[in-house]
């Protein structure tokens, strides 16, 4: 166990719906990021947050967007879904930003089927 | 760019025997990170080592061991004796030290197919 949880386990949906997945860091950790992994693509960043604010962004759609909260939760937000985001959407963590990049602790991720 | 390659998709032994996976990668940063992830069937990513550019120094940790050569951009993973709970789809990372989000980029992944 990580020590990062991410909710919903699965989720199915339709195409042009929206989902929020959400994520909870390891205990202390400020960064989080996420990656999505499809059969297509592997694995690719999409988007970082640290303490709060955007830190980095990777091959992210406009369709998506995300955001961390005060108390360092993160959700990811998939508007007008498309049967080519079906994919494991995993969420990490990883405890500083400076001293060059830690290990980052993976959740179980959600896996999204649309339908 | 930085990319990472693992070139073997695929690999299938039989329970004892020793396999290498290769990793790759390119960079044109000086001060970098390698990681090495299993992802074994349940699915979950497991951190298995990090590396940093300045550290060639080989690791071994049980049956794990990775060989770090700078010189081929390489940072390979043996798993000595292995064992059928090996099984796993393995990934190698890189991660540049000038990003700021030091984000990781993942190579393709090679699945590694133990049998008893």
């Known amino acids: 166990d990580s020590g990062v949880t991410q909710t919903p386990k699965h989720l199915i949906t339709a195409t042009g719906q929206r989902v929020t997945l959400r994520c909870s860091p390891r205990s202390g950790d400020l960064s989080v990021y996420w990656y999505q992994q499809s059969l297509d693509q592997g694995l690719q960043f999409l988007i970082q947050?640290?303490?709060?604010?955007?830190?980095a962004k990777g091959n992210i759609l406009e369709r998506f967007s995300a955001q961390q909260f005060p108390d360092l939760h993160s959700e990811l937000n998939l508007s007008s879904l498309e049967l080519g985001d079906s994919a494991l959407y995993f969420c990490?963590?990883?405890?500083?930003?400076?001293?060059?990049?830690?290990?980052?602790?993976f959740g179980p991720g959600t896996r999204l089927t649309v339908l | 760019a930085q990319k990472v390659t693992q070139a073997q998709t695929e690999i299938s032994v039989v329970e004892k025997e020793d396999v290498t996976l290769d990793c790759v990668y390119e960079t044109r940063d000086t001060t970098y990170y390698l990681f090495w992830y299993k992802q074994p069937p349940s699915g979950e990513l497991v951190f298995l080592i990090r590396?940093?550019?300045?550290?060639?120094q080989n690791e071994i940790s049980g049956r794990y061991s990775w060989n770090f050569q700078k010189s081929t951009s390489s940072f390979n993973f043996t798993i000595t004796a292995s064992q059928v709970v090996d099984s796993a789809v393995y990934f190698c990372a890189l991660s540049e030290a000038k990003n700021a989000g030091n984000m990781l980029t993942f190579g393709g992944g090679t699945r590694l197919m133990v049998k008893p």
């Open positions: 947050y640290y303490n709060g604010e955007e830190r």
């Open positions: 990490a963590s990883s405890a500083r930003l400076a001293g060059g990049p830690n290990e980052q602790f």
């Open positions: 590396r940093n550019s300045f550290d060639e």
